[in-house]
């Protein structure tokens, strides 16, 4: 590697670690507690890191977010993971999501993502906050997904 391509790929770890502590510090503003720190140590797949970062977020576990509880926290948070999976990155399908959350169906995948929408359209703010922070979180890592109307945008 010669000296010059050394000294690019400096300046640009330098850049990329400024725009993380400030995605932090904004995140800290909008959510009044510690920055959501995502470890992308080994191979693990997009799925999971969603749900990891969505979990501490929201404050629940895996578990929970497995479980067959109603409780409005719980569900708004499995509504904000199908949502960023389907809809936000495109990291998997309807029935894929389902597999992950406790083995549900791809209908009640499908009824989440309408809710999902109908909650951010409404600005619901017992859902878009903490969307928004989990998706601010993400955006480090992952490209959202182009919906410019193209043949392949997720009808919801």
Same mark, same amino acid.
């Given at each position: 590697?010669?000296?010059m391509?050394c000294?690019d790929l %400096?300046?640009?770890c330098?850049?990329?670690?400024?725009?993380?502590?400030?995605l932090? !510090?904004?995140v800290?503003?909008?959510?009044? +507690?510690?920055?959501?720190?995502?470890n992308?140590? @080994? !191979?693990? =797949?997009?799925?999971?890191? $969603?749900?990891k970062?969505?979990?501490?977020?929201w =404050?629940?576990?895996?578990e929970q977010?497995?479980s067959? !509880?109603?409780l %409005?926290?719980l $569900?708004? %948070?499995?509504r904000?993971?199908? &949502?960023l999976?389907?809809a936000?990155?495109? /990291?998997?399908?309807?029935?894929?999501? @389902?597999?992950?959350? @406790?083995?549900? =169906?791809h +209908?009640?995948?499908h009824?989440a /993502?309408r809710?999902?929408k +109908? /909650? *951010?359209? !409404?600005? #619901?703010? %017992?859902f878009? @906050?903490?969307?928004a922070i989990t998706?601010a979180a *993400? =955006?480090i890592?992952?490209?959202?997904?182009n919906t410019?109307?193209? &043949?392949? #945008?997720?009808q919801i």
């Amino acid at each position: 590697m010669c000296k010059m391509d050394c000294e690019d790929l %400096a300046q640009r770890c330098e850049e990329l670690e400024q725009r993380i502590e400030r995605l932090e !510090s904004a995140v800290i503003n909008k959510s009044g +507690s510690n920055p959501v720190r995502i470890n992308l140590k @080994g !191979s693990e =797949d997009p799925i999971a890191i $969603v749900l990891k970062t969505a979990c501490k977020v929201w =404050d629940v576990t895996m578990e929970q977010i497995r479980s067959k !509880s109603r409780l %409005a926290r719980l $569900v708004n %948070a499995r509504r904000s993971i199908s &949502q960023l999976v389907y809809a936000d990155y495109r /990291l998997g399908t309807m029935a894929e999501i @389902g597999d992950r959350m @406790g083995r549900r =169906d791809h +209908s009640t995948i499908h009824y989440a /993502l309408r809710r999902a929408k +109908s /909650l *951010l359209e !409404s600005n #619901d703010v %017992a859902f878009c @906050g903490p969307h928004a922070i989990t998706k601010a979180a *993400l =955006d480090i890592h992952f490209k959202p997904a182009n919906t410019n109307g193209h &043949q392949d #945008d997720p009808q919801i």
